[in-house]
């Protein structure tokens, strides 16, 4: 079955450094969605990417996929506190069921 | 702006026992997906449901079924409860004739299995 891996799982900062998590799946996707899950909420969605190659920003958030579909990454500039959080890929090859990455749990120090 | 409820927040059951849990989309959504959390893990994905039919399967175990309601609500039904199934139960809810067809996370039941 699809599998999504996603590095590194966990990562502590600085306030004020960047933080970058990638995803990888073992087939090609037809689509990746990023969610962030602050400590003891829900997943939250951020974003999706169905392009082969697309590129899209939200504020200090970028998000990337990649050329052939497998694979895709989130960088963050300049982390605030408020960007702490885990940050999961999910990745779907048909029409709506995701499979998850583990995440990516990211600790700011202020 | 409704969001996807859930009930109740919070389970406690004994092993070998029964529980149902709740959960009501959000309003004019089609889909709804079922997930189990474990602590430290990420959402597994268990079953899904669209336009009341169940239209995907994942690691849901056998002791475990599923429904969606005419109203669209849905219910998850674990029977025979194991230790093991202590964990957080995530219902999220799409409209998949839209784009993104992102899903919206409940706030989830905590369920614990003494």
């Known amino acids: 079955g699809q599998q999504v891996m996603q590095i590194p799982q966990y990562q502590h900062v600085q306030e004020g450094e960047d933080f970058t998590t990638y995803c990888n799946s073992s087939t090609t996707l037809s689509n990746i969605q990023w969610y962030k899950q602050r400590p003891g909420g829900h997943p939250v969605f951020l974003i999706q990417l169905v392009k082969s190659g697309e590129v899209k920003k939200q504020k200090r958030l970028t998000f990337q996929f990649g050329e052939a579909k497998k694979n895709s990454s989130l960088h963050i500039t300049a982390t605030q506190t408020t960007d702490v959080g885990t940050y999961f890929c999910a990745g779907s090859g048909g029409y709506s069921t995701l499979t998850f990455g583990k995440g990516t749990m990211l600790l700011v120090s202020p | 702006a409704a969001g996807v409820i859930q009930s109740p927040r919070h389970l406690i059951k004994e092993k070998r026992e029964t529980a149902t849990l709740k959960c009501y989309p959000i309003?004019?959504?089609?889909?709804v997906y079922w997930y189990q959390q474990g602590p430290g893990q990420d959402p597994q994905f268990l079953i899904s449901f669209y336009e009341k039919m169940q239209s995907d399967k994942g690691s849901i175990p056998d002791r475990f079924s599923a429904q969606q309601f005419s109203d669209y609500h849905s219910e998850l039904n674990m029977s025979s409860l194991e230790l093991g199934d202590s964990a957080l139960y995530f219902c999220?809810?799409?409209?998949?004739?839209?784009?993104?067809?992102?899903?919206?996370f409940g706030p989830g039941t905590r369920l614990t299995v003494t």
């Open positions: 309003p004019r959504h089609d889909t």
């Open positions: 999220a809810s799409s409209f998949l004739a839209g784009v993104p067809y992102e899903q919206y």
